[in-house]
């Protein structure tokens, strides 16, 4: 199930990079994962009241939460992908439990 979900997102950030002219280079897929954290805060702290709403609704905010960690979740699985990273394996060797596939 994971590599599936790796192999979806690879595509789809691939058609976007060659698209926008993005090098997806070692480093790209780090600061995603960095940016991406940023951006899940900054929904975070809308919806805990740490930061401006601008005028955005309860229901907004919880998608915009939403949104975000589906990007992050997605920049995680390219850059396991990209590092040929087993992430089965070490689910459960860290997590102890088997992915069901």
Known sequence: MLRQLERQFEAASAHYAEDNGIERDADWFMLKMQEEI?????????????????????????????????DLLGHVLLFAHHHDLDLVA???RKWKFQVQL
């Open 90 to 92: 070490a689910i459960k």
């Open 38 to 70: 940023g951006e899940l805060t900054q929904a975070w702290n809308k919806y805990t009241g740490r930061g401006r709403r601008h005028g955005k609704s309860e229901d907004e905010i919880q998608t915009d939460m939403a949104d975000e960690a589906a």
